[in-house]
Nanobody
Framework: VQLVESGGGLVQPGGSLRLSCAAS????????MSWNRQRPGKERERVAT????????NYADSVKGRFTISRDNAKNTVSLQMASLKPEDTAVYYC????????WGQGTQVTVSS
């Protein structure tokens, strides 16, 4: 099982970034997916979740209206489009698959700074 995140980096406040997660080794289309983040000195928190078909999604209040989660079951990928980024969005972002079992990626660093 592998979840490999990409797309992190340094961005200025107000900017945008798109994270991607490539999944392999399990039946991707049967798993709900989420993006989570761990900010410096804080516990890991869930920021967005998407259902197996992509028809339902949920967001943390802190990112609602700025982040959009999507998935492509044909390509086994899940993405997080982030806009209007703020310094407090600085974190390591993790991809997560769950359906009873839990799978985690290694994370990708996002730094929002001028």
């Amino acid at each position: 099982v592998q979840l490999v995140e990409s797309g992190g980096g340094l961005v200025q406040p107000g900017g945008s970034l798109r994270l991607s997660c490539a999944a392999s080794g399990f039946t991707f289309s049967s798993y709900a997916m989420s993006w989570n983040r761990q900010r410096p000195g804080k516990e890991r928190e869930r920021v967005a979740t998407i259902g197996v078909s992509g028809g339902t999604s949920n967001y943390a209040d802190s990112v609602k209206g700025r982040f959009t989660i999507s998935r492509d079951n044909a390509k086994n990928t899940v993405s997080l489009q982030m806009a209007s980024l703020k310094p407090e969005d600085t974190a390591v972002y993790y991809c997560h698959a769950f359906r009873g079992l839990n799978y985690w990626g290694q994370g990708t660093q996002v730094t929002v700074s001028s």
